[in-house]
């Protein structure tokens, strides 16, 4: 199992971006999937989440209106679109397959990518 995730980068207070992870070594469209994120000397939380068909989002409080998870099971990959970026979206984004329980937390989860670091600027 091989979960990669690209995008990201640097952007603005109120601008977009794009992260992405790419699925392998699994069949992708029997799995739900998640965003978590860390910021420096916090936990890891829960961002979004989405079920194996896309029938149902899930969303923290702090980012439901303002980003988007999606998924293509064809190309057995997920995406989560950032819009109206906030400073404090500022962690590193990690995706990740959920084995079990609630799409909440961590624990649920079996296999995580290796992150990948999103910075907003005020």
């Known amino acids: 199992v091989q979960l990669q995730a690209s995008g990201g980068g640097l952007g603005q207070a109120g601008g977009s971006l794009r992260v992405s992870c790419a699925a392998s070594?699994?069949?992708?469209?029997?799995?739900?999937m998640a965003w978590f994120r860390q910021a420096p000397g916090k936990e890891r939380e829960f961002v979004a989440g989405?079920?194996?068909?896309?029938?149902?989002?899930y969303y923290t409080d702090s980012v439901r209106g303002r980003f988007t998870i999606s998924r293509n099971n064809a190309q057995k990959s997920v995406t989560l679109q950032m819009n109206s970026l906030k400073p404090e979206d500022t962690a590193v984004y990690y995706c990740?397959?959920?084995?079990?329980?609630?799409?909440?937390?961590?624990?649920?989860?079996?296999?995580w990518g290796q992150g990948t670091q999103v910075t907003v600027s005020s």
């Open positions: 989405i079920t194996r068909f896309a029938f149902s989002s």
């Open positions: 070594g699994f069949t992708f469209s029997t799995y739900d």
């Open positions: 990740a397959r959920r084995s079990s329980g609630t799409f909440y937390d961590t624990s649920s989860y079996d296999f």
